[in-house]
């Protein structure tokens, strides 16, 4: 990782440098393929008023750059709220790397095994049932459902429509 710290009007202590090369170093935590960063602190004067402004450059492999700037009347807090903008860009890119993903191919073939194995129990599970095709009156039907276990019936009426009688969740019995 290359690192340029530059000071425009603004005379850079060791200590700043070091406060910025600390700051830098916490980038690094976000495991991205960090190229470059650039810092650029400056003095600017807006309506009479002295600013020291921080810029954050960050280069990164494959992505696009992240700048970031952030002015202050303190530089230390200028560079720390620089930094922590800058943390919080990078922590969402690492986010959508990391959540975004695709599904590898030994995890498909993995699902495709999953779905013969359910294709085959689903097999064991129906179970062939056969239908009376003479015709039966309605309410013959309707003693029958109520004896069994069963949520509808199928059946052929006197007139030889298919119809079927169903309970329904309140209690009560339809027929269609």
């Keep these: ?18 406060h910025m090369n600390t700051s830098i170093d916490t980038l690094s935590k ?24 921080v810029e954050y450059v960050i280069n990164l492999a494959h992505k696009n750059s992240i700048i970031i700037k952030q002015s202050d009347d303190d530089l230390y807090a200028a560079i720390d709220l620089a930094t922590a903008r800058a943390q919080k860009a990078m922590r969402r890119m690492h986010d959508r790397d ?13 699902e495709a095994v999953d779905v013969k194995d359910a294709a085959e129990a689903m097999e064991d ?16 039907v309707l003693a029958d459902l109520k004896e069994s276990t069963k949520v509808f019936d199928i059946f052929i009426d006197n007139e030889g429509k298919s119809r079927v009688l169903y309970k329904k969740s309140n209690g009560s019995y339809g027929l269609y």
């Design 30 to 53: 976000f495991h991205m393929d960090i190229i470059s960063v650039n810092v650029i602190a400056s003095a600017q004067n807006k309506k009479g008023k002295d600013h020291l402004c």
């Design 125 to 140: 599970e129906i179970v062939p049932v056969t239908l009376s095709l003479e015709p039966r009156e309605v309410e013959d």
């Design 98 to 110: 990391v959540t975004h993903h695709k599904v590898g191919m030994n995890e498909v073939k993995a």
């Design 1 to 18: 990782m290359n690192i340029s710290l530059t000071g425009r009007h603004v005379e850079l202590t060791d200590a700043i440098k070091a």
